[in-house]
């Protein structure tokens, strides 16, 4: 029976893992900056299109970054398993889908929606920042707005070069 656990690809994850770290602590307080996170980490979030080993990678990655969050215990916790589903998801997509602009639209997607739903509920609910709105409501649906627009530009600006970088670099792999 071969092992899904190779060398390669523990080193591959560990290498995704460290590098969303140094990408989210590179821009420190920014990262976990409420309505506008400056996260191209999560450009990464692509990488589960080609990888399995990308879905613990970005889950350990992420837990990792949230360590200096001011959200800290929720955020660990509850922000890691939202990318954990949304890179679950993303695997998925690239299993079912070989198309190379519905892949990356597609997959794209459960980052930023996942992230965009879930995230705010952390911010919001569990932490108790309204971001100056008057309701609840409000300060949901305001940082669900500014996660929609921050997460589609780094997991679609930053990781459509990403997708093409790796799929090239796969296609050299089989043509060897």
């Known amino acids: ?3 899904i656990f190779t060398t390669k690809r523990l080193c591959r994850a560990g290498v995704i893992a460290a590098l969303y770290v140094a990408l989210t602590y590179a ?3 920014l990262s976990y900056g409420g309505f506008l996170q400056i996260r191209p980490a999560e450009a990464l979030c692509v990488l589960p299109l080609f990888y399995i080993e990308a879905i613990p990678a970005l889950w350990i ?3 990792l970054s949230n360590l200096t969050s001011p959200f800290l215990f929720y955020d660990v916790v509850f922000g890691a398993l939202a990318t954990l ?9 690239g299993v079912f889908f070989k198309k190379h602009g519905a892949r ?7 980052p930023v929606l996942v992230n965009a ?4 509920l952390i ?3 569990l932490c108790g920042d309204t971001g100056g709105a008057e309701t609840l409501a409000g300060a949901y649906f305001f940082f669900v707005g500014s996660m929609l627009l921050t997460q589609s ?5 930053l990781g459509t070069p990403l997708y093409f970088a790796v799929k090239r670099i796969e296609e050299r792999k089989l043509l060897n």
């Open 117 to 120: 739903f879930v995230i705010p």
């Open 153 to 157: 530009l780094w997991v679609y600006a």
């Open 85 to 93: 589903l949304a890179s679950i998801i993303t695997y998925l997509v």
């Open 123 to 125: 911010i919001v609910f």
């Open 1 to 3: 029976m071969k092992s």
């Open 61 to 63: 990655g992420c837990m």
């Open 104 to 110: 990356l639209f597609l997959g794209g997607l459960p």
């Open 27 to 29: 821009f420190g307080g």
